[in-house]
């Protein structure tokens, strides 16, 4: 019994110091002013430490749209685990936080539960991204091709590891384009 509890309490004292750890790591930095119209459209996801519904995604693909409300309407697109698999749709709405200047966003997939949506690094052309979380949980690496050079990539991974992520986490997402009997994402 006194095993039980030593083992309870150890265990209760490791939760309660990575929920401080967390809690301790300085905020992700965002961009410091994002143009929505130019962030709009899809980006290829090239990496990510993933969520649990995209562990083993393919071809996935963000597409963003902006609403007449000034809401994201937010399309991801995957097969999941093969090329060959059908095509899985998530859809969820983004909502800018204000006084962010448009890099901060709150993404809703269940009401009310918004979750935090960095954008950490984004490049002059609106070419590659970095979206992060203070927690960091989750990150994706984006492109609007669905490669990118191997120094970009290094780049970014590098850039990541910056922000305090364990980049051993970071998964490749496969991506073959085009598409058999597919077409290109359209983010519908």
Known sequence: MRFAKTILMSGALALMSSVSLAADMVPIKPVEKVDLQSFMGPWYVIASI????????????????????????????????????????????????????????????????KAQYVIAYLDDNYGETIIARDKRDYVWIMARTPTIPQADYDAMVARVAAMGYKVNDIRKVPQQWPETGGTEPSGN
Do not use: C, M
């Open 50 to 113: 993933p969520s649990a519904l995209e562990k083993k995604a393919y071809n996935a693909v963000e597409t963003y749209k902006l609403a007449p409300n000034g809401h994201i309407d937010t399309v991801f697109h995957y097969r999941n685990s093969a090329f060959t698999n059908p095509i899985k749709t998530i859809k969820s709405t983004g909502f800018v936080t204000p006084n962010t200047n448009n890099a901060v966003w709150g993404v809703q997939i269940v009401w009310p539960i």
